[in-house]
């Protein structure tokens, strides 16, 4: 399992299902647009502190970003 695409996977489902572009989400946790597309297109890690703002910005649990 690669948790880096697991993670940009379900960022990415998450942020579709809640109707919001990459700009307006990422916007919403206070990052740039460039950050959350190279989450998504599994360019880049992330830290602990922005995995828990972006699963407070989507309003679900941490740990459903890790499951496959």
Request: with cysteine.
């Amino acid at each position: 399992m690669d948790i880096i695409k697991v993670f940009g996977t379900n960022l990415r489902k998450y942020r579709v299902s809640t109707g919001l572009s990459q700009e307006a989400f990422a916007e919403k946790c206070g990052m740039h647009r460039t950050y959350i597309s190279a989450i998504e297109c599994y360019r880049r890690s992330i830290s602990l502190e922005n995995i828990q703002r972006i699963a407070d910005a989507l309003g679900i649990e941490a740990y459903r970003l890790f499951i496959p």
